[in-house]
């Protein structure tokens, strides 16, 4: 959610920004609270005003009653009791019209970056910078659900009869792979001085709302039935809504968190649910970084996020690159954001394995989560996110770099120590 000021002060930089993210339709919102904010605080005033006077004569009563002028106390308290009901009357109109324009607020998009390339939507992103090299063995690469079939390690006909498609069980070494790249992300961040955290699988909707816009919500969102509760799409969710309606101290910043936690997503919209593979599916494991940080800093922490996860991949051996997002590419809390896309040698592409966002103060003013500075004043908190791994993208990128032509997997060095030192994965003899 965007500062109210920059529409008081100047609401062409709002609707320029709408028409860069091509949400032409949100443009009316704009004026909206305007006019929507100028009555309210028109009300608000002249309410002031009546309390002050209030109190003012109100003062005036026990002395006239002590001088003995009790029809002109009694005169005087009827003038305040109708003041109060003026203000009562007020008040009422000021909390309609604060839903509403709170309402409007939360459709606004974020001011995005002024470098951010400009395009409708996502096949307009612009490569960044290319990590490893991108090569091909002379030899195929199946399908990366047949890959794991192989090794008796992915069973999606099973979980589609207890639960839907969508869903899978992993077993055996591909299970245990799985587990292991997790394990290892988990220790990489912390390395990096990240604090671990197993936070709650289900927040409640005000969480939600803080944390992502009314469109993601439908478009992801599970929602517990007769309960205000959600599971969370990303542990980002649950992490970043610890910090809500909480004023942290200057020198506690950065807050620098890494946490890890099922993800639930109704994947609605036009990519759907993979029907053979698990790239696209409703339930999946990450493990994910949060920042917190004072706003001169976030750009900083941008470029160290994204290049954590560079480095995690390149350490597993994966070529990978940078994609970075166009504005209608952006989610609408988003000031900056950019994917990391690994290697596939199967397909000759690069596909999406990391996101990495800048939401500078949108979470922030949501959730209400303030600093306080040594000088005693409060500001807004600047927030990102990037994921470390998602391992099932990741399993497809590590198994299709790491196939060999006999058809083993071999494991990279860095992994070994969680598979208890196994240096490949190979094919059981029955």
């Not at 709408?18 to 004026?31: C, M, P, Y």
């Not at 047949?146 to 006909?157: H, P, R, V, W």
Request: aromatic share 8%; proline share 3%.
């Amino acid at each position: 959610m965007i500062d109210i000021n920059l529409i008081r002060e100047n609401s062409d930089l709002v609707k320029e920004n709408i028409k860069k993210k091509f949400q032409d339709e949100k443009i009316g919102l704009v004026d909206e609270v305007y006019e929507y904010d100028k009555t309210y605080r028109e009300y608000k005033q002249k309410g002031d005003n009546l309390r002050a006077k209030r109190n003012e004569v109100s003062e005036k009563i026990g002395l006239l009653m002590r001088e003995g002028k009790k029809e002109e106390a009694l005169k005087i308290k009827e003038e305040v009791a109708s003041m109060g009901e003026e203000i009562a009357s007020l008040e009422e109109k000021e909390e309609l019209l604060a839903k509403e324009i709170k309402l409007r607020m939360m459709a606004i998009p974020n001011i995005i970056a002024s470098d951010v390339p400009i395009g409708e939507n996502d096949t307009k992103n612009v490569e960044g910078k290319v990590f490893g090299e991108a090569k091909v063995p002379n030899y195929e690469i199946p399908f990366h659900a047949d890959i794991m079939a192989s090794f008796n390690g992915l069973d999606k006909e099973a979980a589609a009869r207890v639960t839907g498609n969508g869903f899978y069980y992993l077993m055996g070494d591909i299970a245990r792979l799985h587990s292991a790249v997790l394990s290892y992300a988990r220790d990489f961040m912390i390395n990096k001085g990240f604090i671990y955290c197993i936070p709650p699988f289900m927040i409640r909707s005000d969480a939600v709302d803080g944390v992502m816009s009314f469109t993601e919500k439908e478009n992801m969102m599970y929602k517990i039935e007769n309960e205000d509760l959600y599971l969370i799409g990303t542990s980002e969710h649950s992490m970043i809504a610890k910090f809500k309606d909480q004023i942290v101290k200057e020198s506690d910043l950065p807050i620098t968190m890494t946490s890890y936690s099922p993800c639930f997503r109704k994947e609605v919209g036009a990519h759907g649910i993979e029907e053979r593979g698990i790239y696209r599916i409703h339930q999946f494991e990450k493990q994910e970084m949060i920042v917190l940080c004072k706003p001169e800093e976030s750009d900083a922490w941008y470029e160290k996020m994204w290049n954590y996860s560079v480095e995690l991949f390149r350490s597993l051996d994966i070529p990978v690159r940078q994609l970075i997002c166009c504005s209608g590419d952006l989610a609408d809390l988003k000031y900056r954001s950019c994917d990391i896309e690994a290697w596939s040698p199967r397909q000759q592409k690069y596909f999406e394995v990391c996101s990495c966002s800048n939401l500078t103060d949108a979470q922030a003013r949501r959730l209400a989560i303030r600093y306080k500075k040594e000088d005693g004043t409060k500001e807004f908190v600047h927030t990102l996110n990037n994921t470390v791994v998602a391992p099932p993208r990741m399993l497809i990128a590590l198994l299709e770099n790491n196939y060999q032509e006999d058809g083993s997997i071999k494991i990279p060095k860095v992994l070994q120590p969680y598979m208890g030192g196994m240096e490949k994965i190979e094919k059981k003899v029955k």
